[in-house]
């Protein structure tokens, strides 16, 4: 167990919906990392925050946004969902001391994921 | 844009052999990463190196650093059954004030008896 939760475990929706997923870091950890992971697109980092600020950019649609809360924990929104959407999103957190994408030394907690299936 | 090429791509191998696995990429970075995702399950980091000729060891697995070649080798000796997963190697492109992590497609290791 990484200490790092993520809910819900399994989402099934409809194409154009909304659906929010949800991470709560381990205790003590700043940053937020959000990942994707599909067959056709393999994995992808999406976005990092870091102590509630945007921190780095990665491969995230303009269709899906993520913040981080004052207790740390994140939500990544993902709407107008299309059928290529369907995909494991992890997130991990890490201490990030350097603040930057996981500093000098970081190690990242990856938890268990929540799969996005949209029919 | 960054590229990330793994290779190979699928490894069978035998229990207690020796084997290394490539990972390439084609734009200046000083920070490489290496993960792995047993089946159905999800990533847990190994390695992190951050400069020329870093080297780092855990149990069976050794990774290292070039960043002159820009290369990165996860060296696995003798392989043991607990090893088969999948191994990513992933590198950070600095543009600017932003990052970007980039994936190789991952390395499928089996170990078999």
């Known amino acids: 167990d990484s200490g790092v939760t993520q809910t819900p475990k399994h989402l099934i929706t409809a194409t154009g919906q909304r659906v929010t997923l949800r991470c709560s870091p381990r205790s003590g950890d700043l940053s937020v990392y959000w990942y994707q992971q599909s067959l056709d697109q393999g994995l992808q980092f999406l976005i990092q925050y870091y102590n509630g600020e945007e921190r780095a950019k990665g491969n995230i649609l303009e269709r899906f946004s993520a913040q981080q809360f004052p207790d740390l924990h994140s939500e990544l929104n993902l709407s107008s969902l299309e059928l290529g959407d369907s995909a494991l999103y992890f997130c991990a957190s890490s201490v990030a001391r350097g603040g930057g994408l996981a500093g000098a030394e970081d190690t990242q907690y990856f938890g268990p994921g929540t799969r996005l299936t949209v029919l | 844009e960054l590229k990330v090429e793994q290779n190979p791509l699928f490894l069978s191998m035998q229990e207690g052999k020796n084997y290394t696995i490539y990972c390439n990429y084609s734009?200046?970075?000083?920070?490489l990463y290496w993960y792995r995702q047993d089946p159905g399950k999800s990533l847990e980091s190994l390695f992190v190196l951050l400069s020329n000729g870093a080297v780092k060891q855990e149990g069976r697995l050794m990774a290292s650093l070039d960043t002159k070649a820009r290369l990165s080798t996860l060296h696995i000796t003798a392989a043991v059954h607990d090893l088969s997963a999948t191994y990513f190697c992933?590198?950070?492109?600095?543009?600017?004030?932003?990052?970007?992590?980039?994936f190789g497609k991952g390395t499928l290791l089996t170990v078999n008896p």
């Open positions: 992933a590198v950070v492109y600095s543009g600017g004030s932003n990052y970007k992590l980039t």
């Open positions: 734009t200046t970075s000083d920070r």
